[in-house]
């Protein structure tokens, strides 16, 4: 047991120090919040932010733990998203595999979780021992679910889905749509691992898109040539992103949508790898929040855990809907010395009079130090900003100037 703290402990460790030096062209920029996971065992986490409604406000994450050779869901709550509390509700599984002769009687995992009519909505990937495929239960508060007795509500197919058939993410549609819900799902025929969607009114009843898959895998020879699964989407500003994985070692890439249906992979891909030999990424829950990418994901490591990392969004280069900025339209913002303590000088220069913005944010993005906000001169300035009083940790500083914006870690060490 001690000898596997130790490990453990140095994987994260070497993980902390790999994200944090990390900066890859797509501008994502991932920074580990810990030593360690934020949830173990555990696989397959999906997390909401719930305020009202009539559940527990705080965040709310549904998982999947193997035991007698099978999954079940748990669930654990969070004020802030990082210290998650016991298994809310007890040590028992909140969503049960079900018995011999069902569709999940050898596993319930895979959860995706949304708030439909006042109510929570699970969709999750049951397995009989032959077969993958998508059940669906309700729930008022989180923890006591009710399975729908029509289940399963998505079954394998004949072609590319004939084996898997299961959940990764549900949303609904714009007003106008032609239907209410989309469900992208997992298709897998025992070669390749691709997505599709299916579409719905009642959430229940739902009818395959006559041109999946809609993300195939690439090229022989790239990276995602054995596999292009769905791990969670973001909707940003009317832009569709998907985050996808290949197969183990399961990296992770992003592709673009402006309507949900057709796609284009990043040329930058991929975003994110397996950051030690012997690791592998596994599904994940993604939210927007404060202009950071809050990610919740599995990572194996002889065993499953949940893990827990932001990124400053800056989506622009990926989806390419602006332009290089030219040398005289520049901005620059550094700090020094970075790592500080307790203080560092963040200098700025902005290239045409205007409207100036500077603002330190944690890493949960939280604005926590408001430095600069006024109308400034075209030019280079300097300001201080004391650490005295915050805790040790990575922070954001975030400039905006007109149109313009830059993000730039900040390292308080003590």
Known sequence: MKRSMVLARTLWILL?????????????????????????????PRVLHLESGGWADGYHCWYAISSSGGYDIYHALSMDGVKWLAPWGGNLPVLRRGSPGDFDAVWAVDPCVVVRDSQLVIYYNGFDGKNYQTGVAFSRDGIQWTKYAGNPVLRVGTGWDSIVAVPREVIQNPPGSQWRFTMYYVGYDNVVWR???????DGLSWTRYANNPVLDVGPPGSWDEYGASPNTIVIDRGMYYMFYQTRKPSSLGIATSTDGVNWTKYIHNPILQPPIEGTSLGWGSMLLENGMLRYWFSLEYGSWGICYAVSPWNPDPITGVADPVSP????????????????????????????????????????????????????????????????SGVYFCRLTAGSLAQIRKLLLLR
Request: glycine share 8%.
């Open 16 to 44: 902390s120090v790999l994200l944090l030096c990390s900066r890859g062209s797509s501008q994502l920029t991932w920074y580990w919040m810990d030593d360690q996971y934020a949830i173990s065992p555990g696989y397959a």
């Open 195 to 201: 997505t599709g969607i299916a579409f719905s009114d």
């Open 328 to 391: 005289r339209h520049a901005m620059v913002c550094e700090a020094y010395p970075n790592p500080f303590n307790p203080s560092t000088t963040i200098r700025y220069e902005v290239p045409e009079s205007g409207e100036v913005r500077l603002s330190v944010h944690d890493m949960l993005g939280r604005e926590v130090s408001l430095l600069v906000n006024e109308r400034v001169e075209a030019g280079t300035y300097e300001v201080k900003f004391d650490g005295s009083g915050y805790a």
